[in-house]
């Protein structure tokens, strides 16, 4: 039985801000923060457990919602998160 793991096993962890890291292929959407729905999704995914404040007591400025129903809050640009995700999703892109 092989335990090491291959580069290509291990999940690509994008950074969402003073050294908080997410599993790239997990993020399903970027939003930003101002208008009342999101605000109201944030409110519920506290409600249910489901919010992780990343942003260290800064401003939010991007939502990231993942494939388990978890909210992420950053105090990234939107623009900025999706640049780091977007290459992980091209082909030939960081391996």
Do not use: W
């Not at 890291?21 to 457990?49: D, F, H, N, T």
């Not at 977007?86 to 892109?93: H, V």
């Amino acid at each position: 039985m092989n335990l090491e793991a291959s580069a290509s096993d291990l999940p690509t962890l994008i950074s969402v801000g003073y050294g908080n890291l997410v599993a790239g292929a997990r993020v399903v959407a970027i939003v930003g923060p101002g208008s009342a729905p999101m605000r109201r999704v944030r409110e519920q995914a506290a409600g249910s457990g489901k919010l992780i404040d990343a942003t260290e007591g800064r401003r939010t400025r991007s939502i990231l919602f993942t494939d388990s129903d978890h909210v992420i809050l950053s105090a990234i640009n939107p623009e900025t998160i999706a640049s780091r995700i977007e290459p992980e999703r091209e082909p030939g892109g960081r391996e």
